[in-house]
């Protein structure tokens, strides 16, 4: 694995120093990404993490561009190898008082703002949303398939996005439920599921914007499950926001499930804070809390209502333009913990980021 990793690093970069002895303007883009990570719980215990990716564009003339976005995530958590393309699609755009994209193909995620942060040097903190990779309390059943407020989603589909000075607007289609993750390389997959989406935001100023989206289609399929008979749809609804203003960036979420299963109707929620800020051109603080909030189904007339909440707090160290390094403190209670079960842990990161093209 490792020499498969560095293999593909030794290519990008050797494609890179190619495309940049042309005389002439590249109709290339690339940028690659890397982060490494230690964290040590209160019990001494150790776990190492590992994020790589880079995005590359062909221009292939009249506002059409080719992207394409190759993933592997070693899980600190699991340790299990997560490896992934999360973009590969056509796009045209056209700018203009109302600017118009078009894209097609393994989209990225229309939805919410947690997915923004799988890329290492655009993650504020060490640690990602919990929405993205913690499993929610079963849903349909302790039989039943498992579930995501919102996972880590880069389905196949198309979208339609317009936008304007002060607003923006998008729909799209994609083959999978928001709280259900496909994989493009692994053996097993939850059932393709045709799902709508709905967005729009508004800009009031520069630094300053308020989205929402919404997204129905199926989500459970009869037959994946003993406890599963029919088909059942959700709704996602989701709420996000930023602000930015002198060396000060601030994001929020609030995501609501509402899923429907053979015992009725549930619904989880959950939220995120985050923020930045910028102490000196080399120095950063940053730091996130959040809480998710689930019914646990443990029978048809038995629910436990779970929650996790959890928080973190960074200071980061711009060692060059391209090397950042992190160290980090959390605390967090997962899901099914009482009320001492909060746990500590601490974590220290080297993210590399280069833009060659």
């Known amino acids: 694995m490792r020499r498969t990793i560095l293999a593909c690093l030794f290519v990008a970069g050797a494609t890179a120093q190619a495309f940049g002895q042309q005389a002439t303007p590249s109709r290339f883009a690339l940028d690659t990404s890397a982060a490494v990570d230690e ?18 564009s062909v221009d292939l003339g009249g506002g059409v561009q080719a992207i394409v976005r190759p993933f592997v995530q070693r899980l600190a958590s699991t340790g299990e190898w997560n490896k992934q393309v999360w973009v590969a699609e056509l796009r045209y755009e056209r700018p203009g008082p109302v600017g118009l994209r078009v894209e097609a193909g393994l989209i990225p995620s229309p939805i919410g703002l947690a997915n923004l942060t799988l ?31 919102i996972g880590a989603v880069y389905p196949y589909g198309a979208q339609v996005t317009v936008s304007g000075v002060h607003w923006d607007a998008r729909g799209a ?12 390389f692994a053996e097993a997959n939850p059932p393709r599921f045709t799902n709508v989406v709905f967005g729009a935001g508004v800009t009031p100023f520069v630094g300053f914007r308020v989205g929402t989206s919404v997204t129905h289609g199926g989500w459970l ?11 059942h749809d959700a709704t996602v609804f989701t709420i996000e926001s930023d602000l930015s203003f002198l060396y000060t960036k601030l994001s929020g979420e609030w995501v609501r499930d509402s899923v429907g299963t053979d015992t009725g109707d549930r619904a989880a929620t959950g939220w995120f804070v985050q923020g930045q800020q910028t102490l000196t051109p080399r120095w950063f603080l940053a730091g996130r ?17 779970q929650q996790l909440t959890g928080a973190q707090e960074t200071l980061g160290y711009r060692l060059t333009p391209e090397i950042t ?18 746990g500590h842990s601490g974590a220290v990161s080297v993210v590399w980021w280069k833009r060659w093209l």
């Open 221 to 231: 399929r009869a037959g994946e499950s003993p406890v599963v008979t029919a088909d």
């Open 173 to 184: 289609i994609m083959d999978t439920a928001p709280m259900r993750v496909r994989r493009i």
């Open 325 to 342: 390094l992190r160290i980090e403190h959390r605390i967090r209670k997962p899901f099914s913990a009482g009320p001492a079960g909060y």
């Open 289 to 305: 809390i959040e809480r998710l909030s689930s019914p646990a189904i443990i029978s048809a007339t038995l629910i436990d209502q």
């Open 119 to 149: 890329r290492p040097h655009l993650n504020p903190t060490i640690a990602q949303p919990a929405s993205l990779f913690t499993r929610l309390p079963p849903l349909a059943g302790l039989r039943g398939p498992g579930a995501n407020l």
């Open 39 to 56: 964290t040590v719980d209160g019990k001494g215990n150790y776990t190492t993490g590992v994020i790589m990716d880079g995005v590359l």
